[in-house]
């Protein structure tokens, strides 16, 4: 199963991540099942984003669950990753967005964000996201990428 969090450069610190990266792993096995999860934080860099006008310090949080996850089940999910993200970062409940999303569902988003280039763009994106992801886990000991790079 698979997590892409998007969140901006300085917005929080890599202690922050992996302690976000703990309880994101303790609820998932806990709310849905204990299959692996991969945490994918992709960081916009700084006055990249806005929100309501202003230099954004929002982070969204999407996840993958298995096709036909209960109403219920699903939505005390988010809402424990909610409160539990706010514990972490301190963030405003405004500032913090939540998406469980089908399993193939997600796959279907992310195949087509690939289907936007051509063969040689999509080896190209493909090979430097990897790279970087790589050489963050070994760096870091998370896997951290970066929008516009």
């Given at each position: 199963?698979?997590?892409?969090?998007?969140?901006?450069?300085?917005?929080i610190s890599l202690e922050q991540i992996k302690a976000l990266e703990e309880v994101l792993r303790k609820?998932?096995?806990?709310?849905?099942?204990?299959?692996?999860?991969?945490?994918?934080?992709?960081?916009a860099a700084k006055q990249h984003t806005i929100t309501d006008r202003k230099w954004s310090r929002s982070?969204?949080?999407?996840?993958?669950?298995?096709?036909?996850?209960?109403?219920?089940?699903?939505?005390?999910?988010?809402?424990?990753?909610?409160?539990?993200?706010?514990?972490?970062?301190?963030?405003?409940?405004?500032?913090?967005?939540?998406?469980?999303?089908?399993?193939?569902?997600?796959?279907?988003?992310?195949?087509?964000?690939?289907?936007?280039?051509?063969?040689?763009?999509?080896?190209?994106?493909?090979?430097?996201?990897?790279?970087?992801?790589?050489?963050?886990?070994?760096?870091?000991?998370?896997?951290?990428?970066?929008?516009?790079?």
């Amino acid at each position: 199963m698979r997590s892409l969090i998007a969140i901006q450069e300085g917005q929080i610190s890599l202690e922050q991540i992996k302690a976000l990266e703990e309880v994101l792993r303790k609820l998932y096995a806990e709310h849905i099942c204990d299959d692996k999860l991969t945490i994918i934080w992709n960081i916009a860099a700084k006055q990249h984003t806005i929100t309501d006008r202003k230099w954004s310090r929002s982070s969204t949080v999407t996840m993958e669950v298995p096709d036909g996850l209960e109403t219920q089940k699903r939505e005390a999910f988010m809402l424990e990753v909610e409160k539990s993200w706010r514990a972490v970062t301190g963030q405003h409940p405004d500032q913090v967005a939540v998406g469980a999303f089908d399993q193939s569902r997600y796959t279907d988003i992310l195949k087509g964000n690939l289907t936007r280039f051509s063969t040689w763009g999509r080896i190209s994106y493909l090979a430097k996201l990897l790279t970087r992801i790589f050489i963050s886990k070994a760096r870091y000991g998370v896997l951290i990428t970066r929008f516009n790079q």
